[in-house]
């Protein structure tokens, strides 16, 4: 059943996207096409909300962020351009929202297992698509002088290869945000570890989003024990659950 998932994914939200906006540059009167004016709203709207999870703490809350941001922004979309702007392709990105917004609020229940354990899980998807998204945009600027839908093919390479990076080239391109992540904790500030303790370690640490007390760890295995408690209070010297990374 492998397989059956791997072509779920590839035929989801983003492997729809890409094809609309395929059809916008190569067959622009096709039914399903997206309009050529939907690329810059799709790529910029996508981009902040990318930004807005990292910001807010690592995508974390994902599911508290996206959503929000989106639906403003579609409704802005809608009430300065009107119906005539609406597309397959901005349906295709709303289902992609609602997509990470489901599946945002199942990481946060500890359904999805652990992101370090679990390479479908969430939050690795989002580091692979936050590197795509602007591993991408140079090809913006690239495609200026060649071609006036540069906005549209880049929407269809980010979406192609998104497609791809969430089914059968998932492996490989997850190695270049593991090995960044890698080389910027083997950097940590030695205040910063100090404060953390174990946890800083741990393969079940998390950021703890916006603590009104302050607290900056969350213990993911609260999820699924109830033996610890959701935000430690560290930096602890020994814990029962610690498992190294
Ligand atoms: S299991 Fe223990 S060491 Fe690991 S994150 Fe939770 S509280 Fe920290």
């Known amino acids: 059943m492998a397989w059956l998932k791997q072509l779920g994914a590839l035929f989801g939200a983003h492997a729809f996207l890409a094809l609309t906006f395929a059809l916008a540059w190569v067959a622009p009167d096709v039914a399903l096409a997206a309009k050529p004016g939907d690329a810059p709203l799709v790529m910029v709207l996508e981009g902040i909300t990318l ?3 990292v910001l807010v ?3 974390v809350e994902v599911a508290y962020t996206f959503l929000p941001l989106i639906l ?3 409704v802005l979309f809608l009430l300065a351009v009107g119906r005539a702007g ?3 392709g901005v349906v295709g990105f709303v289902w992609s929202v609602v997509a990470a917004f489901v599946e945002g609020l199942r990481a946060h229940r500890g359904e999805l297992g652990f992101a370090r354990e679990n390479i479908a899980h969430p939050h690795r998807r989002y580091d692979r698509i936050f590197l795509l998204y602007f591993g991408t945009l140079p090809l913006v600027p ?6 006036p839908a540069r906005v549209v093919i880049w929407a269809t390479v980010y979406y192609a290869l998104a497609a791809a990076s969430d089914s059968f080239l998932r492996a490989p391109i997850d190695r270049i945000p593991r090995a960044i992540l890698r080389r910027m904790q083997s950097k940590t500030d030695p205040a910063l570890a100090a404060k953390l303790g174990l946890c800083r370690t741990c393969l079940y640490v998390q950021p703890a989003v916006g603590h ?3 607290k900056p760890v969350r213990c993911a295995l609260s999820t699924k024990d109830a033996r610890f408690v959701e935000f430690p ?3 602890l010297s020994t814990c029962d659950g610690y498992k190294p990374r």
């Open 51 to 53: 930004l807005a999870c």
């Open 57 to 59: 703490g690592g995508f």
């Open 72 to 74: 403003l922004g579609v």
């Open 86 to 88: 609406l597309s397959w």
């Open 142 to 147: 690239l495609l200026w002088l060649v071609t």
């Open 212 to 214: 009104p007390d302050g």
């Open 233 to 235: 209070d560290v930096p």
